[in-house]
């Protein structure tokens, strides 16, 4: 059995964080009723791009929230529930009579998820956005990228899924914890914004004792560092160094040919020289002699592996880390003892009535 088995969750389809947010509870075992726009329970919207996956593990109920009977309905499978989680631009839940309010009267255990990119107060609240503004505002993206280059998004990873949909599922839980003991819900307020400073926390703290500089490429863990960061080999694939502590750092010294004395780790004026002294090293054999050469040595040197490679690798095949058949696709994460690596059960579609049925 999964940690959230028997809790009831209402997810309002959306796109980006909530989505992601369901998929990870549900894996966690909760059972989530996904409500989709009526007529789409079947055909998940961008489901050729991703859905088989994201929406993986929940119950497809197709609605109109704009009609009044399955407004109705809807309130009525909230009463059953013990989280709502919803993506909506501030103040659209409210209009269509589903709001926070309106549901705490109903249900005051009632743990109700709300992820945005702004928040849900503040003078952009309304504004439109994605993740890349999102991180541009919170501080995440200057830091990312080449020093001569325009900063680069790192996918939509720190916005939607790190600061926002996670954040989400860590309020919630949260939540369903001092719900259990008050009988009392809580209004979980989780904006991308917010969720991604607070990713930022070790730099703010590293820059506070002058130990980080505001110029991209320049520090430790941005690849500033010649023994923390990727090199490109021979076949045009590359190498990831994290050789951080003294004694990683000595072993990836012994497994290129060089003393440790002849690039000292922290001799920071001279990490552009270091820089440019290990590519042409890195350049001289393919990704995978590198990799079987420090394969034993604790150098903290792996392959960069695509995402068609990654299943593929032993180590990732041995924890079932990808599962399915076909094409793969990320098992759950977290893993607890006893439960196994397997994704979620595909998702199914059942009308409103059906839903009702089930939970009432």
């Known amino acids: 059995m999964k940690p959230l088995a028997g809790l009831r969750i209402l997810e309002f389809d ?20 996904r409500l989709t726009r009526d007529g789409d329970a079947g055909a998940p919207v961008f489901a050729d791009v991703g ?3 994201l929406h993986r593990g929940r119950t497809a109920v197709g609605v109109d929230l704009k009609d009044a009977a399955d407004q109705a309905r809807v309130l009525a499978l909230v ?33 109700y998820g709300r992820v945005t990119g702004w928040g849900q107060t503040g003078p952009l609240a309304h504004q439109v956005g994605h993740d890349i503004n999102y991180i541009a505002l919170s501080g995440a993206l200057h830091a990312l990228g080449e020093p001569d280059r325009p900063p680069r998004p790192p996918l939509n ?40 400073a607070l990713l930022t926390s070790l730099f703010h703290a590293l820059a506070a004792r002058g130990l980080w500089s505001q110029d991209r490429g320049a520090n430790l863990l941005d690849g500033g560092a010649p023994f923390y960061r990727c090199y490109a080999c021979k076949d045009g694939r590359f190498v990831a160094v994290g050789a951080l502590e003294p004694r990683f750092h000595a072993a990836l010294m012994a497994g290129l040919g060089l003393a440790p004395d ?10 552009p020289a270091h820089h440019a002294r290990l590519e042409g090293i890195f350049a001289t054999r393919d990704r995978d002699d590198w990799a079987a050469r420090f394969e034993a040595a604790e150098a903290c040197v792996t392959p960069v592996l695509s995402m068609i490679e990654a299943p593929l690798h032993p180590h990732n095949a041995a924890r079932r880390t990808f599962v399915g058949h076909g094409p793969a696709q990320p098992a759950t994460a977290p893993r607890f003892d006893g439960t196994a690596a397997d994704p979620a059960a595909e998702s199914e579609a059942i009308s409103l009535d059906d839903a009702l049925a089930r939970w009432t």
């Open 51 to 53: 859905g088989a996956v």
């Open 14 to 33: 959306g796109l980006g964080p909530v989505t992601f947010a369901g998929m990870v509870l549900a894996d966690l075992g909760a059972e989530v009723l």
């Open 262 to 271: 002849e690039m000292p780790q922290y001799d920071i004026a001279n990490w």
């Open 79 to 111: 009463d059953s529930a013990d989280v709502v989680i919803e993506g909506f631009r501030p103040g659209v839940m409210e209009r269509l009579g589903l709001g926070p309010e309106v549901c705490a009267g109903r249900n005051p255990r009632l743990v």
């Open 157 to 196: 990873l720190i916005g939607d899924y790190g600061g926002g949909a996670m954040m989400l599922v860590a309020g919630v839980l949260a939540a369903v914890v001092e719900a259990k003991t008050t009988g009392r819900g809580r209004i979980v307020d989780a904006a991308m914004t917010d969720g991604s």
